[in-house]
């Protein structure tokens, strides 16, 4: 795992899109694996501005997003379609038959994960994976206790989840109790993932990620197993890490190796 502490969100999400951009400037038909929360939208935010003012090109790329709320209409204003088109997709030149978003409507479900799954074959894998990380260390809405090998499926938002989520919507009640979700062991078939994380409310979750053993109780620690992972934190995300000055330096040590 590389760790990379920022001072800040906003530098953080300025160091994601700059990873991101080069990875689309290197292979322009870049297939994306997308999350949504208040994580990455600095790093949409930069990337919009980089289309804008740099010209930077989404007319080959692909991207596919990991969830979407179960049993809500892609217009509803919470829903991950939403999202995806308000604060990405609507700003930048992507195809939108190159837009993968789950279904949070389909009836025959097992079918349609399949297909999901199916379809992320055929585009090629994702080339490169965004993950934001929740308070209980789920990635997508895998929530602890998940397979660390599942697939693409509905399963149960976990109660600090929907607590968490609660803000967006007009009460708890209103938050949807299931989602439909990329597995763990499909966000581990990514040829690279790119992990997200700012703020206290993190650091736990975080230290359980990087340091913590390898546990269903926190699905995102499977991250460790990943020989591409870019762990991208906030000072106070980092706060927890025991051998967050280690990580510090050997980032400053790869960056010298790499200048030659
Ligand atoms: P957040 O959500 O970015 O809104 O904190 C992250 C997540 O739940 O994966």
Redesign the pocket.
């Known amino acids: 795992m590389r760790i990379i502490i920022e001072p800040d969100y906003q530098a953080l999400s300025k160091k994601a899109a700059q990873i991101v951009a080069q990875r689309i400037k290197r292979k322009p038909n870049i297939v994306l694996g997308l999350?949504t929360?208040?994580?990455?939208l600095g790093m949409y935010r930069e990337l919009v501005r980089m289309h804008k003012e740099e010209g930077l090109d989404f007319s080959k790329v692909t991207t596919f997003n990991l969830d979407e709320y179960w049993k809500i209409p892609s217009s509803h204003p919470q829903s991950y379609h939403f999202f995806m088109w308000d604060n990405l997709f609507s700003h930048i030149n992507i195809n939108p038959e190159r837009v993968y978003i789950p279904s949070g409507t389909v009836d025959e479900v097992e079918v349609y994960c399949q297909w999901y799954e199916e379809e992320i074959r055929r585009a090629g894998g994702i080339d490169l994976q965004i993950l934001?990380?929740?308070r209980d260390g789920?990635?997508g809405f895998n929530e602890p206790g998940s397979s660390l090998s599942s697939r693409t499926r509905v399963k149960s938002i976990a109660p600090e989840?929907i607590e968490?989520n609660a803000r967006f919507f007009k009460d708890k009640s209103q938050v949807p109790r299931y989602a439909i979700t990329m597995g763990v062991g499909t966000i581990m078939e990514a040829k690279e993932c790119v992990l997200l994380a700012s703020g206290e409310s993190k650091a736990e979750a975080i230290r359980k990620c990087v340091e913590g053993p390898i546990c269903a109780e926190c699905p995102a620690s499977i991250l460790q197993l990943h020989p591409r992972v870019i762990v991208i934190l906030d000072e106070e995300a980092s706060q927890r890490l025991n051998k967050k000055e280690y990580y510090r330096y050997v980032e400053e040590m790869s960056l010298n190796l790499r200048k030659g």
């Open positions: 999350a929360g208040l994580t990455p934001g990380i929740g789920h990635i989840t968490d």
